[in-house]
């Protein structure tokens, strides 16, 4: 899986879980930063949400489940 198709993995489901726009979560959740695998052995990538408190909230509680569905991607 590469960070892209992650990102839209990740929106499609907050699209599906909390509504709003695809488009609104994209900005929201911004890049999807890769990290070497060497040094991040437990996930090698990462996000910085922003938003509303709700909209972060919503994001992180998502993370905490696509780290252990999905540790590795490729750029």
């Given at each position: 899986?590469t ?8 929106i ?63 750029t």
């Amino acid at each position: 899986m590469t960070a892209s198709d992650l990102q839209d993995l990740l929106i499609a489901r907050l699209v599906r879980s909390s509504g709003g726009t695809a488009r609104r979560w994209r900005m929201a959740i911004g890049p999807v930063r890769v990290r070497s695998a060497d040094s991040y052995t437990h996930c090698n990538w990462e996000v910085d949400p922003s938003g509303t408190p709700p909209e972060v909230a919503a994001i992180e509680r998502l993370l905490d489940t696509v780290r252990l569905e999905r540790p590795f991607v490729t750029t």
